[in-house]
């Protein structure tokens, strides 16, 4: 699309000036129309969640109708299970501990688990990916509640160990010291 832009002085002045017609192109582009100049164009398929829950559910009653001797599981819902806990534990209360790769470990043999005993009741409807979170968020705690009490042990032998090592030196040190004192006098 062209438009003409003219651009005149006010009719009141003297001396009338015109200025040469300025040509402008417009482009109908619609990316950049709706994204501007230089801009990409948006992703048109955009996933809102990781995890869809009724590919879930699905793979659940899929894995609930083996029944083998052994835990076969299908890679789409190991996956499933590994990123619900690989996921969370980028959570901000969880990503600043050392030993966030256990964590995760637990949560999915803790899922695991919950998948062997057939514990998810896929009858009643509830989201398998919610029910699935929440236990690996409890091994996730779990799991800092052994580390804590792990470094508080180690802190208490760290702290026993110190004090009978100081009490010997000051026994050394003070004998040493009331001998050399005697000396003096």
Do not use: W
């Not at 966030?100 to 688990?113: A, P």
């Not at 702290?159 to 005697?182: F, P, T």
Request: glycine share 4%; hydrophobic share 30%; proline share 4%.
């Amino acid at each position: 699309m062209i438009k003409k832009i003219s651009n005149t002085k006010s009719s009141t002045s003297k001396k009338r000036k015109l200025e040469p017609e300025i040509v402008v192109c417009l482009t109908t582009d619609e990316s950049t129309k709706k994204r501007g100049p230089g801009r990409p164009p948006k992703n048109p398929v955009k996933k809102e969640h990781y995890i869809d829950n009724k590919e879930f559910m699905q793979e659940i009653k899929d894995f609930y109708k083996t029944d083998c001797k052994g835990p076969d599981i299908t890679d789409k819902l190991a996956l499933m299970l590994y990123s619900i806990a690989n996921r969370l534990a980028f959570a901000p209360n969880f990503i600043n501990y050392t030993y966030r790769e256990e964590m995760v470990g637990d949560g999915v043999i803790k899922m695991f688990n919950a998948l062997i005993a057939k514990k998810f009741d896929t009858e009643k409807g509830y989201a398998p990916f919610s029910y699935f979170t929440k236990i690996s968020f409890n091994a996730f705690r779990n799991r800092i509640k052994k580390e804590k009490k792990a470094r508080e042990a180690i802190v208490n032998y760290q702290e026993e160990v110190y004090d009978v090592l100081s009490q010997h030196d000051y026994i050394k040190n003070s004998s040493h010291n009331s001998d050399s004192d005697r000396d003096d006098f």
